[in-house]
């Protein structure tokens, strides 16, 4: 098999973020593990190296790059290959499986966890620190955390009420939220001209609709993972997670179908046959 030679994409609204990721060219680790998670898990995990070349070509991102960070993730226990004949096949290890499950649930979903209506202090015991840190926790002091949702630790448990104003000082302090909404208010900028050239009946080919997926969920995700995903009564009123979660949701509908249809003829497993496409994805941004 030989993978298709695309050229690289027309000018489109995303080159900002096209140039500054030919500029990093030691990120494309990360913008491998978005393509995994968002396009090649819910189709089964396993996808021909050929098929990802091909992408990251369209991105001007040679096969050398490809192939040393594929490398690096295979070395780190991220992905696993599979050779059949002179072809290299690459899947998801079980060691991101449970990380890209919960990563899922946080990217597409739209809705907050329940709010029981205050936070739980946590001065847990050493070994829970990172765990806690992991699950978006803040921190108020040395070894005191905050969690505006059920946190598992062993050790001392506080429940912090108060009215809103103070709730919300208490997570300003507690969390990075003004740098947090620094970043959503540049992902809003930096995709507002992809969503007003999609809703005045712009369209993009199948590998530019991919291309702009990916690129999509790539800035996303490297936001909304860091979120803790506080409920809006502790939020300011104007918290910009809310205008980019729904201009993610908006771009990412109009660019499913036509991204889709390039990964329908062009994403192949070790047998040679097309991934079968996932209802599942149809689905995300709708709870």
């Not at 489109?12 to 393509?35: E, N």
């Not at 189709?43 to 960070?69: E, N, P, Q, Y």
Request: contains cysteine; hydrophobic residues 45%.
């Amino acid at each position: 098999m030989s993978p298709p030679n695309p050229m690289p994409l027309k000018p489109m609204p995303l080159d900002p973020i096209l140039a500054h990721l030919r500029g990093a060219p030691s990120r494309t680790w990360s913008l491998i593990i978005t393509l995994y998670g968002d396009a090649i898990v819910p189709r089964g995990g396993s996808v021909w190296l050929g098929t990802l070349l091909a992408f990251f070509r369209a991105l001007d991102i040679g096969d050398g790059v490809v192939r040393t960070a594929m490398s690096r993730l295979a070395a780190d226990g991220w992905l696993e290959r599979n050779r059949v004949g002179r072809n290299s096949f690459y899947r998801l290890a079980a060691k991101g499986e449970a990380e890209f499950a919960e990563a899922t649930r946080r990217i597409y979903s739209t809705n907050s966890p329940p709010w029981p209506g205050h936070f739980c202090l946590l001065l847990p015991d050493a070994a829970d620190k990172a765990t806690l840190e992991q699950a978006g926790c803040g921190s108020i002091a040395p070894g005191v955390f905050l969690a505006a949702h059920e946190a598992r630790a062993d050790g001392l448990q506080l429940t912090v009420q108060g009215d809103a104003a103070t709730l919300r000082a208490l997570a300003e302090r507690a969390w990075p939220l003004a740098g947090l909404a620094e970043h959503y208010a540049h992902f809003v900028a930096s995709f507002t001209p992809l969503r007003d050239f999609l809703d005045a009946g712009g369209t993009c080919a199948p590998l530019e609709a991919l291309a702009a997926r990916v690129l999509l969920i790539h800035q996303y995700r490297r936001i909304v993972l860091r979120d803790p995903l506080l409920p809006d009564a502790v939020l300011p009123g104007d918290w910009p997670g809310r205008a980019a979660r729904a201009l993610c949701a908006t771009v990412y509908r109009a660019l499913l179908p036509a991204s889709e249809a390039w990964l329908d003829a062009n994403a192949i497993d070790e047998s040679g046959a097309p991934l079968p496409r996932s209802d599942a994805i149809f689905q995300r941004f709708s709870r």
